[in-house]
């Protein structure tokens, strides 16, 4: 696609239906500071909870939002990202509890196969902890219905029970933007406020409202090997296997997470509009094409979701 195809293409792509997506936004994350006692906002530094955080701003002001931020830190995330994630909690004076995976091994709650198994699945056991240490009745996080069968299932105020767990079969009704958010002693909610958009929607936001982003999400050089159809990123936590070549090659995140399950797509797109050029194209969605968690089996996500994951 040459540039002044590319121009026409961005001309033409309306944006307006953002206004509307902001709008509910906005109102749920104003009616989770309405109806709840102590609500917090995961927040990983990455574009979801980026721009989950931008409509908090329009929602309560600039250093006004009236919920700490929380990370559930895996001790294998990003550099750039964490780093991120603390500049952006400073920039807006922002209450930040990270509560690390690390330190459930050290408690003992956490007990891994082996050395080198992906902690991101115990990060249900840290979140579950934090959530009994703060005593959090609600959890806003960043997760999209577009991204995974399993998140496609769930309800914008998806209830928890006393054992943090998730029943797909016993979800509550919600009609007219109306949310039963009635809770028994140990019960909280986990609340999605961009339930609704895609990842192109994400995408137009961040070029529109011009939101800065960990430089991972863009084009840049990183040494890969091709593994089951992905490209792994190779890292101290994630070596080359005897027999792959390593190679050297352009790259973007399209999401961003634990360095032992994420991994990064060929590009060459080096600002937010090029990304949406590129998301309008793509035929497999960020995390079929990006994460190893959840190639484990079909319904791997469901799984992890009932035992209390994001």
């Known amino acids: ?55 908090a ?17 895996t001790g294998h995330n990003f550099p750039e990202v964490t780093d991120f994630r603390d500049l952006r909690a400073k920039e807006l004076g922002a209450d930040l509890i990270v509560r690390s995976v690390e330190d459930s091994m050290a408690r003992g709650t956490v007990r891994l196969a082996h050395p080198g198994e992906s902690r991101n699945v115990h990060q249900s056991v840290t979140l579950l902890e934090a959530i009994e240490e703060f005593r959090f009745d609600a959890l806003i996080g960043g997760a999209r219905r577009d991204e995974e069968k399993a998140r496609a299932k769930e309800r914008i105020f998806s209830h928890r029970d006393s054992f943090g767990q998730w029943q797909p079969k016993a979800q509550r009704p919600e009609l007219w933007t109306l949310f039963n958010t ?14 609704n958009w895609t990842e192109l929607d994400v995408w137009q936001y961040i070029a529109r409202e011009n939101i800065a982003l960990p430089s991972l999400y863009y084009a840049h050089q990183r040494d890969v090997v091709e593994r089951k159809g992905l490209l792994v990123p190779v890292t101290p936590l994630t070596p080359a296997r005897e027999g792959e070549t390593i190679e050297n090659r352009t790259v973007r995140f399209r999401t961003v ?16 509009d090029d990304i949406v050029l590129e998301t309008l194209a793509a035929d497999v969605s960020e995390r079929g094409a990006t994460r190893m968690d959840d190639k484990t089996s079909d319904a791997s996500m469901e799984k992890r979701k009932k035992d209390g994951y994001f």
């Open 1 to 55: 696609m040459n540039a002044r195809v590319e121009t026409d293409v961005l001309n033409h792509l309306s944006n307006q239906h953002l206004d509307a997506l902001e709008e509910e936004t906005i109102f749920i994350l104003r009616e989770v500071a309405a109806a709840f006692e102590r609500p917090a906002l995961l927040f990983s530094g990455g574009k979801d909870s980026l721009v989950m955080l931008k409509c």
């Open 57 to 73: 701003e329009k929602a309560f002001g600039a250093g006004r939002i009236p919920y700490p931020l929380l990370m559930i830190d």
């Open 182 to 195: 009635r809770l028994a002693p140990g019960e909280h909610f986990r609340v999605f406020p961009i339930s």
């Open 257 to 272: 997470g634990d360095i032992t399950c994420t991994c990064p797509v060929s590009s060459d797109a080096a600002s937010a």
